[in-house]
């Protein structure tokens, strides 16, 4: 049986956060499972969580080896009651990627995956081979490498799930910040493709430049001097073209306050 590498989370009882590469056991996989090689995987947000929990990572500290480096950092006394369901778990990291499926169960579903590029959802990305269902997988374009479809799930069902919200709530039109981001420029052209007016908020001249090449209509500059009246005038063309004052969904994909509130 090979091993691998596998990037591990854990937060220890004494206060630690330590991070590790591990080496496991790869499986074959079963008769409705496949073997990939992971080549790509993306840090989202809800990476970040199960990675850095609540440590502080200013006090963060490299040790270890080139083959197996460390990184240890230390959790706030305040903080460690809301880790208390993961302490001194290794817990594996990584909710998508993607690579090339090597083994390949006999299920024909599985079997139709062999060599083939995919990416993938479930868990435990961040390793150099991951065994997983074939239903969890998404056959990538011709040409298309694991880096192109390694944020195949999170961002796009994300950008998806912000625009069907919209819907459900009997809104027309979209306020979101943080642009410019890889959801940002997802939403964008999901709300080109299905004429969803949306205002697009970022804080550098260069995302906004990015955003209109990608073809959006309303981007406001937060550091720009007339960012309050670029955007009051978006939202007021806004509503005189929907003849009526719109329910916009202000959204943000970091979570945070609107970027002009920011320090």
């Not at 625009?163 to 981001?181: I, K, P, Q």
Request: charged content about 15%; some cysteine.
């Amino acid at each position: 049986m090979r091993t691998a590498l596998q990037l591990r989370s854990q937060i220890k009882s004494s206060g630690e956060l330590e991070l590790s590469l591990a080496s496991i056991d790869t499986p074959s996989p079963g008769p409705d499972e496949v073997l990939i090689r992971i080549e790509a995987s993306p840090l989202n947000p809800s990476d970040l969580g199960l990675l850095f929990g609540a440590a502080d990572m200013s006090t963060a500290k490299a040790s270890g080896t080139a083959e197996r480096p460390i990184v240890t950092a230390r959790v706030p006394e305040g903080a460690m009651r809301s880790m208390a369901g993961r302490l001194d778990a290794s817990m594996p990291v990584g909710n998508e990627g993607a690579g090339v499926v090597v083994d390949a169960g006999s299920s024909p579903a599985a079997q139709a995956l062999m060599g083939k590029t995919v990416a993938a959802i479930g868990g435990a990305m961040y390793s150099q081979y991951r065994c997983i269902p074939a239903d969890q997988c998404l056959v990538l374009p011709e040409g298309a490498t694991p880096a192109d479809g390694a944020s195949s799930f999170v961002n796009p069902l994300t950008a998806l799930g912000m625009v069907e919200t919209m819907r459900l709530e009997g809104h027309s039109a979209l306020v979101h910040t943080a642009a410019a981001s890889n959801l940002g420029q997802m939403l964008n052209q999901i709300c080109l493709k299905d004429g969803i007016k949306l205002v697009n908020i970022v804080r550098k001249q260069e995302q906004a430049d990015l955003l209109k090449a990608q073809g959006a209509v309303y981007v406001c500059n937060a550091t720009s001097p007339t960012f309050m009246q670029d955007l009051t005038e978006a939202l007021a063309l806004l509503a005189r073209q929907s003849r009526s004052t719109p329910r916009a969904a202000a959204s943000s994909a970091a979570r945070s306050s609107p970027a002009w509130k920011r320090p």
